[in-house]
């Protein structure tokens, strides 16, 4: 059982910037692919980005050129960086990874974009 941890979220004014970290309690290499989504208020929980063990990448339009995934075998960690965000971007972000047969979700962390 793969425990999966995040921090990073916090309170930030507009055009700001925050980067999250999901951390692995165990290898990340069995997963075929991680990912953050986010889920704001009222909403349905939606894919943020995605990356690939051979780093292949895939963002939600909404912040293609804004946010970037990234991950580090070594310490077993994906990270979010999060540029020029806005109100919108408000929720709480969720990482999550798939292996064949199981899909495991950290407990969130609240992001809020407010002035």
């Known amino acids: 059982q793969v425990q999966l941890v995040e921090s990073g979220g916090g309170l930030v004014q507009p055009g700001g910037s925050l980067r999250l970290a999901c951390a692995a309690s165990g290898s990340i290499s069995g997963f075929y692919v991680m990912g953050w989504y986010r889920q704001a208020p009222g909403k349905e929980r939606e894919l943020v980005a995605s990356?690939?063990?051979?780093?292949?990448?895939n963002y939600a339009d909404s912040v293609k050129g804004r946010f970037t995934i990234s991950r580090n075998s070594a310490i077993n960690t994906v990270y979010l960086q999060m540029n020029s965000l806005k109100p919108e971007d408000t929720a709480v972000y969720y990482c999550?990874?798939?292996?064949?047969?199981?899909?495991?979700w950290g407990q969130g962390t609240q992001v809020t974009v407010s002035a």
């Open positions: 990356i690939t063990p051979t780093g292949r990448t």
């Open positions: 999550n990874g798939k292996q064949v047969g199981n899909t495991y």
